[in-house]
């Protein structure tokens, strides 16, 4: 019997990747994944097999793999950022069951908040949540419900999937559940690209962030009431020096 690595591969270059990451696909004698994420890999890895899947094929994606292992192989599932953020490694989990008698390891690897946050400078550094804006898997009216209560909380808020040619409007939706509790100065942020080409960062305030374009390889930041603009960076403070 093979085994599995479910590995979060980071935004994309290989100086992103985690060395486990890298161990993981270097043992692996095939890599399974999303076709995005399979070419990005494909430069770096020429000697390896890779098997590749379209978009809401995932549970086809895990399945290959099981059987794939079952034949005897060490694969690699692949996925961007973390296997366990919006990743790969629940899902894998699930289908492989209570009983498999095949090893699934979760490889953990950089999700776009951390590797985001860098190029902005330090948005997260007290609290904060990750919530997506995709409805394919979540209903909006739970998404809505989960902004309203991360706004009251004061986190600072990463967003994910923020539009895409489905649903060009999310990102504004949000931000108007967002507006009934937070105010048009406070301080934003969005990077897209991370790590590969075309890469960007941009800083600017809440109510410029509507005239923003984004799209799926956008993650969007939103400081929370104690944020702040140092040296052109996006700085949410660790401690608040008892001014809460």
């Known amino acids: 019997m093979g085994k599995i690595f479910v590995v979060g591969i980071g935004p994309g270059d290989k100086e992103h990747m985690t060395r486990e990451a890298e161990h993981a696909i270097e043992e692996s004698d095939l890599i399974v994944g999303y076709t995005t994420y399979v070419e990005l890999l494909r430069d770096i890895y020429p000697e390896k097999e890779f098997l590749q899947t379209g978009m809401k094929q995932e549970r086809e994606r895990c399945e290959l793999c099981l059987r794939q292992a ?138 410029e962030l509507y005239d923003q374009e984004t799209d799926m390889f956008t993650t969007v930041f939103i400081g929370n009431s104690f944020t702040r603009v140092i040296d052109h960076k996006l700085v949410t403070p660790r401690g608040y020096e008892g001014n809460v």
């Open 70 to 207: 079952q034949e005897g192989k060490t694969v690699s599932l692949i996925c961007s950022g973390d296997a366990g953020v919006y990743g790969m490694a629940s899902l894998m989990l699930e289908v492989a069951g209570d009983n498999s008698s095949i090893p699934v390891r979760i490889v953990s690897g950089v999700t776009a908040a951390l590797s985001g946050a860098a190029l902005l400078g330090a948005p997260i550094g007290n609290d904060f949540c990750v919530i997506s804006l995709s409805d394919y898997l979540t209903p909006w009216t739970v998404i809505k419900k989960r902004l309203l209560s991360a706004a009251e909380g004061d986190l600072a808020i990463v967003l994910y999937n923020p539009s895409s040619k489905n649903r060009p409007d999310h990102l504004k939706n949000a931000l108007n559940e967002l507006q009934k509790v937070i105010g048009n100065d406070r301080p934003c942020g969005l990077v897209r690209n991370i790590g590969r080409d075309g890469e960007s960062a941009w800083i600017g305030s809440f109510e």
